[in-house]
């Protein structure tokens, strides 16, 4: 049957072509026999033709779908969706695994135990079906915690912690393991950063959850899955929601939160939930805890196992000063910094800041110069960015995760991420999302791009024409486009980035079945159909086979798109107004063709560049050009960020940068300078 129906699919398919070439030869006999006016008014018959079924069928189709619920998924089909988010989150969180050196030399052991305030965990008996309720399990033996994850009446779980305790990394680890070594019918552990859910937009976890994998994971929407695999995968289980950061949102959205949570969760439902431990027990006390979660919470690491640990990253012959600094740790001679390193966080900045550089550690010892730890953590943090610039000079081999792709100033990097710790605090949010930069920093996005699009497309017309009607044609577009542009520009900040794939390898039918749609509607709406819309709906196709959205991977997708739409809308534009701008249709005083084609490609690419829905690109290059002028970020933004996320400065959570810790984040905001302050 299956073979019978794509013999029938081709003979509907070569039908269907062999019209299309018919109706083309008509067309071009008429003109050479009669001229192009019967030409003219041939093509105008077909456009007939060929629009009106067009526009039937598609009403047609979309009646259908719109006459009852969304068809359901096979199992088949959520299968190989299921199999294909799995490879996905994999690939992501083993790269970002690599960037954080959360396996270098090897992870450390925090010991994880019960909480032992019980007032922020559910009775035991919902947790557990055994007799007693017990964890301990560390961080450096992951295939445990996961196994005591598995005997969970209904595998939730809480990570609570101090700041820099090591909360997401243990999500991160759980994460990995769990996709490493799968059970049947295991739902496929996703991260997400718990920031953006809007309770009063999505009342249930299912509904924001099915939006991020969405967002994140755009292959899921390949036609090979069905028409709403994210919704499928959800509402049947197949996902396991790890909610990273729910002490970074506001006290009420916590509460509200936790409220969903209980509300969505059915009886097999999964969930791994980090926060800090106050924060998490002020929404409970206020709220309710998380229904049959369990409660774990890390205890601070012992000198020894911190000097272990510092001792194993260090070089078989350590440089100077290391020896009586592992031996001040252990006993205790320096109080402050054995407090310090008592938290993961502290290790890191310890090792990142030292032992990488090979500088002597030794005045970190001495209590005068840094009384208590909070001290000793903010000269590391000052020192931090310089440290690691100055360590990983740029390289241009892809292999190279940790290494810079362009060179960078210290001084300049420490104030452009102190500018965005900034703005990020005035929203507030961790998420440092591109498309949203406009909107935080108020760019005057409206007033600019009408400026932009106004003297281009003046300057564009100008030069088109002879100087009289060209001055006038520049003045007159130019405020046309401008009025035009300033309409909607002023929605650009608001607006998501769009997808757009390029890639023709395995989408070779899909593009010609596109731009065979395009081509039945060009006959009506002429050669701009034929390439802006069927080029535009193959690019916007996911495919089935694909990678986790990254921050740098959504901003190239929607500057493509943007650059698609105004390439086609130009050259189609040109192309049209080149054929109309001809002598013998009275055109001659306008240049002709050469006229036509500049006042086409000029109109063609601010339609395109102003067209569709997607904005976010355009917003995003208007705020960067802007706040570069005012000395506060770098002109290519994307690819200073995406230095600091190769240096470790940065995370990234799905299409988002975060600092890779808050209290990162929290010092860069609270000693940020303004340009006008230096």
């Known amino acids: 049957m299956r073979g019978r129906g794509g013999l029938w699919r081709g003979v509907v398919m070569a039908a269907g072509l062999v019209v299309v070439a018919g109706l083309l030869v008509w067309m071009f006999a008429a003109w050479r026999a009669k001229g192009l006016q019967t030409s003219v008014n041939v093509a105008a018959l077909i456009a007939v033709l060929l629009a009106v079924p067009t526009l039937v069928v598609g009403l047609v189709s979309w009646w259908w779908r719109q006459r009852g619920p969304s068809p359901v998924t096979d199992a088949d089909t959520l299968a190989a969706a299921k199999d294909a988010l799995a490879v996905m989150v994999a690939a992501q969180w083993r790269e970002e695994a690599r960037i954080r050196e959360l396996d270098d030399p090897a992870p450390i052991p925090i010991q994880w135990e019960l909480t032992s305030d019980p007032r922020i965990m559910d009775h035991p008996a919902h947790i557990t079906a055994a007799a007693v309720l017990t964890w301990t399990g560390t961080g450096d033996q992951i295939s445990e915690m996961a196994g005591r994850?598995?005997?969970?009446?209904?595998?939730?779980?809480?990570?609570?912690?101090?700041?820099?305790?090591?909360?997401?990394?243990?999500?991160?680890?759980?994460?990995?393991?769990?996709?490493?070594?799968?059970?049947?019918?295991?739902?496929?552990?996703?991260?997400?950063?718990?920031?953006?859910?809007?309770?009063?937009?999505?009342?249930?976890?299912?509904?924001?959850?099915?939006?991020?994998?969405?967002?994140?994971?755009?292959s899921l929407r390949a036609p090979q899955y069905g028409t709403d695999a994210p919704v499928q995968l959800v509402q049947r289980a197949h996902v396991l929601p790890v909610l990273d950061g729910l002490d970074e949102i506001p006290a009420q959205a916590r509460t509200n939160v936790i409220a969903a949570l209980n509300r969505s969760l059915a009886d097999h439902d999964q969930l791994i939930l980090t926060s800090r431990t106050r924060e998490y027990t002020d929404a409970t006390l206020a709220r309710d805890v998380v229904t049959s979660a369990a409660v774990i919470q890390p205890q601070p690491l012992t000198a020894d196992t911190a000097a272990d640990h510092l001792d194993s990253c260090l070089p078989p012959i350590p440089p100077p000063g290391w020896a009586d600094t592992l031996h001040q740790i252990r006993t205790g001679g320096a109080p402050h910094l054995t407090s310090f390193v008592s938290n993961p966080l502290g290790l890191w900045l310890l090792r990142t800041t030292h032992i990488t550089t090979r500088i002597d550690p030794t005045p970190l010892t001495d209590p005068t110069r840094y009384p208590t730890p909070q001290h000793l953590q903010a000269h590391l943090f000052d020192q931090l960015i310089p440290a690691l610039i100055h360590t990983r000079p740029p390289s241009t081999d892809p292999a190279d995760l940790f290494r810079l792709r362009h060179r960078h100033d210290p001084d300049h990097a420490t104030r452009w991420l102190g500018y965005l710790a900034h703005l990020l605090d005035t929203v507030p949010t961790r998420d440092l999302a591109w498309w949203r930069l406009a909107a935080t920093s108020h760019t005057p996005i409206s007033r600019l791009a009408r400026l932009a699009f106004g003297i281009a497309t003046g300057i564009a017309f100008g030069c088109t024409f002879e100087i009289v009607f060209g001055l006038i044609s520049g003045i007159v577009f130019g405020l046309v486009s401008a009025i035009g542009i300033g309409i909607g520009a002023h929605e650009w900040a608001q607006e998501t980035p769009g997808y757009a794939r390029l890639e023709i390898t395995g989408r070779k039918g899909l593009l010609v079945r596109r731009l065979a749609a395009g081509l039945a509607a060009g006959f009506a709406a002429g050669p701009w159909?034929?390439?802006?819309?069927?080029?535009?709906?193959?690019?916007?196709?996911?495919?089935?086979?694909?990678?986790?959205?990254?921050?740098?991977?959504?901003?190239?997708a929607d500057r493509a798109l943007h650059l698609l739409r105004a390439c086609t809308f130009g050259l189609a534009g040109g192309l049209t107004f080149g054929l109309w701008f001809r002598p013998e249709f009275g055109f001659e005083h306008l240049g002709g063709f050469a006229?036509?084609?500049?006042?086409?490609?000029?109109?063609?690419?601010?339609?395109?560049?102003?067209?569709?829905?997607?904005?976010?690109?355009?917003?995003?290059?208007?705020?960067?050009?802007?706040?570069?002028?005012?000395?506060?970020?770098?002109?290519?933004?994307?690819?200073?960020?995406?230095?600091?996320?190769?240096?470790?400065?940065?995370?990234?959570?799905?299409?988002?940068?975060?600092?890779?810790?808050?209290?990162?984040?929290?010092?860069?905001?609270?000693?940020?300078?303004?340009?006008?302050?230096?």
Request: one cysteine or more.
């Open 149 to 218: 994850f598995r005997t969970l009446r209904r595998r939730r779980l809480v990570i609570v912690g101090g700041p820099g305790s090591g909360k997401t990394t243990l999500a991160v680890q759980l994460v990995r393991e769990l996709l490493d070594h799968p059970n049947p019918d295991d739902p496929v552990p996703v991260l997400v950063s718990i920031a953006d859910w809007d309770t009063e937009r999505f009342p249930r976890l299912q509904g924001w959850l099915a939006a991020r994998l969405t967002e994140t994971y755009p």
């Open 529 to 556: 159909a034929v390439l802006a819309f069927g080029l535009s709906a193959w690019v916007e196709t996911p495919a089935a086979t694909g990678r986790a959205n990254t921050p740098v991977a959504t901003w190239r």
């Open 595 to 678: 006229g036509g084609l500049g006042a086409g490609v000029a109109a063609g690419l601010t339609l395109g560049l102003a067209s569709g829905k997607h904005h976010a690109w355009l917003a995003y290059l208007i705020a960067t050009c802007w706040l570069a002028r005012q000395h506060r970020l770098p002109r290519s933004l994307m690819a200073f960020l995406d230095d600091a996320h190769r240096l470790g400065l940065l995370r990234t959570v799905g299409p988002v940068y975060q600092f890779r810790h808050a209290e990162f984040h929290d010092h860069l905001a609270a000693t940020y300078l303004s340009p006008q302050d230096h």
